[in-house]
């Protein structure tokens, strides 16, 4: 189902031209989900189309979105669709939170903090 779903989820992104998608497997890291969807938009009005494209094309192939955060402002939106994530921000949003990095740090990559800071480095 994943698979499938991952799929829709990345061909109505792409319909709508978003940028720099992006997918990780977080199942290592969280029970609440299995994969994490990024994609940038370049206004709040392309990241509402981006968002509403995927809860379409998730709905026409039957899946139904748990919950959809954020189309208020357009600014970030995130759609739940249980064991994907999407999250569709604007570039400055995105580049802010750095999910990619966020959720790319595994359990034992990290002894203490004097690690972190020098991998930043």
């Not at 799929?7 to 029970?31: Q, R």
């Amino acid at each position: 189902m994943s698979k499938k779903l991952i799929d829709i989820v990345m061909n109505a992104l792409e319909e709508v031209k978003g940028k720099d998608i992006v997918t990780l497997d977080v199942s290592d890291l969280t029970d609440v989900m299995d994969t994490l969807v990024v994609a940038s938009g370049n206004s709040n009005r392309q990241v509402k189309a981006l968002a509403n494209n995927v809860i379409e094309d998730c709905k026409k192939a039957g899946f139904q979105p748990i919950g959809v955060e954020g189309m208020d402002t357009g600014e970030w939106v995130l759609v739940d669709l249980g064991d994907i994530v999407v999250h569709m921000m604007q570039p400055t949003t995105r580049e802010f939170y750095d999910l990619e990095k966020l959720w790319s740090v595994r359990p034992g990559d990290v002894n203490d903090t004097n690690q972190i800071a020098s991998n930043e480095d």
